[in-house]
């Protein structure tokens, strides 16, 4: 079984530029999840969709980032325009409805010059 | 709010020492899930173990264990024998029950020297 898959691995930009990120969840999760991790810091949950649904966008910074999952299954998360702080890593997870084990992919490392 | 903290930021282990890696958490609720994830060079955290508030039998996977201890708000882990192969950085995370959001500690790297 595929695990959750996001792209690109790694992306460059310059300040002020956008930035999209896409995740493909574990086929039958309904659940997905963004979370930011910052160097040598634990992942920070940005986003949480139950199907297409935005349950938990408490944490999402909404004057430059967004997200979808129209269809309830992949994701993007959009940076516009992206500053020099928003380099990190960011990662989607997904997990069954009403469970506590979330799988996460292998995030996007994103570097913004 | 729920606070997870691991004190060490680095560990460095010969192979097959034993390394234990701390965790204390904060939570007002009484019901929540603990977490442990290992976050190998390739950038996936993979899940390790969970546990529940109410369960505080000590486990054992393979090389593996966890002490969970209400009493002083811990939920340490300890690699036996370790390998190579575990050098990673660990997370420690707290959930609550009916919020799906984890919270993770900053992560405690380890590395194992051949």
Known sequence: EAGVVQSPRYKIIEKKQPVAFWCNPISGHNTLYWYLQNLGQGPELLIRYENEEAVDDSQLPKDRFSAERLKGVDSTLKIQPAELGDSAVYLCASSKTGSTEAFFGQGTRLTVV | AQKVTQAQTEISVVEKED?????????????????????????????????????????????????FQKSTSS????????????????????????????????????????
């Open chain 2, 75 to 114: 939920f340490n882990f300890t690699i036996t024998a370790s390998q190579v192969v575990d050098s990673a950085v660990y997370f420690c995370a707290l959930s609550e029950v009916g919020d799906y959001k984890l919270s993770f500690g900053a992560g405690t790297t380890v590395t194992v020297r051949a």
């Open chain 2, 19 to 67: 390394v234990t890696l701390d965790c204390v958490y904060e939570t007002r609720d009484t019901t929540y899930y603990l977490f442990w994830y290992k976050q190998p060079p390739s950038g996936e955290l993979v899940f390790l173990i969970r546990r529940n508030s109410f369960d505080e039998q000590n486990e054992i996977s393979g090389r593996y264990s966890w002490n």
